[in-house]
């Protein structure tokens, strides 16, 4: 059983296309993030919620836009792709006793062309 | 904003070898982990660290939290091509949501 899965794992599409991500945990645990890693592996938090409630922004564009319809899901839809959207994104969870121990799940690459 | 300087970005080297990388911040976190990326996949928790000057074990890997609380390092010992991968040290700090990460060390290992 994955303990954190997304999909899709690859997304390739146009410029000013709207996609979405999904994201699913089956660990109990209270919060969830969104994580981007760019060409270069760096890995940047951009939202976290704990609970359903949105507790980090990251200043990221208002084009993303996640939605946690309960604890154990968070997807993230993104408005009018740009060819700088293009990266991994990889969700993760942790339980808030722990919320430095993350579970990542095995990322979605998004190609925007 | 905190940020992580690791080092060294990649690592060349033979099968059997001792690895060394290292992390250190512009700020004072309470906990440092090290997590590792195999490709195609999220990074995974290699060892968490709580306590300044503690040094933790897991298998061939060993990992200290610096005195100072701005800098951990990361050995792996007789390395195994199964070590490739990019090793992120981060920085957390108890009760936030935010991890900080550094960019990465790229491990090669030659068979």
């Known amino acids: 059983d994955t303990a954190v899965s997304q999909t899709p794992k690859y997304l390739v599409t146009q410029m000013g296309n709207d996609k979405s991500i999904k994201c699913e945990q089956n660990?109990?645990?209270?919060?969830m993030y969104w994580y981007k890693q760019d060409s270069k592996k760096f890995l940047k938090i951009m939202f976290s919620?704990?609970?359903?409630?949105?507790?980090i922004n990251e200043t990221v564009p208002n084009r993303f836009s996640p939605k946690s319809p309960d604890k154990a899901h968070l997807n993230l839809h993104i408005n009018s792709l740009e060819l700088g959207d293009s990266a991994v994104y990889f969700c993760?969870?942790?339980?808030?006793?722990?919320?430095?121990?993350?579970?990542f799940g095995s990322g979605t690459q998004l190609s925007v062309l | 904003g905190q940020q992580l300087n690791q080092s060294p970005q990649s690592m060349f080297i033979q099968e059997g070898e001792d690895v060394s990388m290292n992390c250190t911040s512009s700020?004072?976190?309470?906990?440092w982990l090290w997590y590792k990326q195999d490709p195609g996949e999220g990074p995974v928790l290699l060892i968490a660290?709580?306590?300044?000057?503690e040094l933790t074990s897991n298998g061939r890997l060993t990992a200290q939290f610096g005195i100072t609380r701005k800098d951990s390092f990361l050995n792996i010992s007789a390395s195994i091509p199964s070590d490739v991968g990019i090793y992120f040290c981060?920085?957390?700090?108890?009760?936030?949501?935010?991890?900080?990460f550094g960019a990465g060390t790229r491990l090669f290992v030659k068979a």
């Open positions: 993760a969870s942790s339980q808030n006793t722990d919320r430095e121990k993350l579970f």
């Open positions: 660990l109990g645990h209270d919060t």
């Open positions: 919620y704990n609970n359903k409630e949105l507790i």
């Open positions: 700020s004072i976190f309470n906990t």
């Open positions: 660290l709580y306590k300044a000057g």
């Open positions: 981060a920085g957390h700090n108890t009760g936030g949501f935010k991890t900080i």
